[in-house]
């Protein structure tokens, strides 16, 4: 990647000034024609799953309401350029260059101090594609929604088509980070807070050339609308977090992307761990168990079935037996040679349903 003259790690003491007034400030061009070219390619190869990288998740543009758009996927196989979001994109080496650029390291040294490294939140291509694209409502990139530890500071924001007020640039409350977040939840304003803070004539349309980028104050109400013109609106988009910020559900750390340190390790944090691995190795072996016991179980049963099968037979032998036996000797066929050994049958008989009911005992105790 080739930084042009325009882009210097050095922002001075009078664009600070601005960016702490308005909560953007125009870096000027981070890469030039051939690298913002590659750039746009790649985007809309992981879109289309024609370079596959299975950290890379893409979300397609329906065109419709923000709320109903589809779930962020995989990379679709032969998927289409009506691609809203391309994320997962610290993982990719060419848009990782840019994030490591010098000025980029600066902007988060300002913010977050030169002894601390910086991670990723996130970092994705947002498109509006050619005569669609979906509103994005006004809103703030922090709050309780993003489940952090504490709250992000800094975006970047770099256009990859030229973004202009006709083809759906962002649009920002200049100023509107000096409020904090509006809300605790912060992302999406409410319809009241949008009339509140957001009144028509602050909207300032934030116009960048292709391969320029901006740096957005992540407290900063900013939306963007629809791209009715012929040509797609690509941008890049990375926040940036101090190092040693956690995702406040699993105590994870996020990509590093510039320095090498996450902060000093949090020893009630891997107490934590260990616990959660011992009880979940637990977990594990009880299912095991209560999955033998269930096949035990299936055996026991079986055995029940065919003993009482058994048992029953036996009954039906002997009371047959019996009827044979109470018949007056005459009607007996085969006569006192035939009492015999129909007596004897009855005593096997006897001995086996004994068995059976022992053997039933033992299955169904209490039912003898
Ligand atoms: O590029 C866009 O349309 C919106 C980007 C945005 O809201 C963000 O990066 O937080």
Not at 34 to 43: K, P, S, Y
Not at 77 to 102: I, N
Not at 103 to 114: C, K, Q
């Amino acid at each position: 990647m080739t930084a042009t003259p325009a882009l210097t790690a050095r922002i001075t003491d009078e664009q600070w000034d601005r960016y702490f007034r308005q909560g953007f400030l125009h870096l000027g061009q981070l890469v030039d024609a051939a690298e913002l070219h590659r750039l746009r390619e790649r985007a809309d190869d992981l879109a289309v799953g024609r370079v596959v990288n299975p950290q890379v998740q893409v979300q397609l543009d329906t065109g419709g309401r923000y709320e109903d758009l589809p779930e962020v996927t995989g990379q679709p196989s032969g998927g289409t350029l009506r691609y809203r979001k391309v994320q997962g994109l610290e993982t990719d080496e060419l848009f990782r260059a840019v994030l490591r650029s010098p000025v980029l390291a600066e902007v988060a040294a300002h913010h977050y101090g030169r002894h601390t490294s910086a991670s990723l939140f996130r970092a994705m291509v947002m498109n509006k594609p050619a005569a669609q694209g979906t509103v994005l409502p006004w809103h703030q990139d922090g709050g309780d929604v993003w489940a952090l530890d504490r709250d992000p500071l800094i975006t970047i924001w770099m256009a990859l088509d030229d973004a202009t007020a006709a083809n759906g640039c962002v649009e920002v409350i200049p100023g509107s980070h000096r409020l904090g977040l509006v809300t605790a939840q912060g992302s999406t304003l409410s319809e009241e807070g949008a009339r509140q803070f957001c009144p028509d004539d602050q909207v300032h349309p934030l116009e960048v050339p292709a391969g320029h980028a901006v740096l957005v104050h992540n407290w900063l109400i900013h939306r963007s609308g629809v791209n009715p013109t012929s040509q797609p609106r690509r941008a890049f988009t990375a926040c940036y977090l101090d190092s040693r910020t956690r995702n406040l559900l699993t105590g994870e750390h996020f990509p590093l992307i510039l320095g090498t340190s996450t902060g000093p390790p949090q020893p009630y944090l891997e107490l934590l761990r260990a616990e959660h691995a011992d009880r979940t190795a637990s977990a594990a072996a009880a299912s095991e168990y209560a999955q033998s016991l269930k096949a035990d179980n299936a055996v026991l049963q079986e055995s029940i079935r065919s003993a009482t099968e058994y048992a029953r037979s036996l009954e039906a032998e002997l009371a047959r037996l019996r009827a044979a036996a109470e018949q007056p000797a005459g009607e007996v066929v085969g006569s006192a040679g035939g009492i015999g050994s129909a007596g004897k049958l009855v005593a096997t008989a006897r001995g086996g349903l004994q068995r059976a009911r022992v053997l039933l005992g033992r299955f169904r105790p209490g039912q003898q």
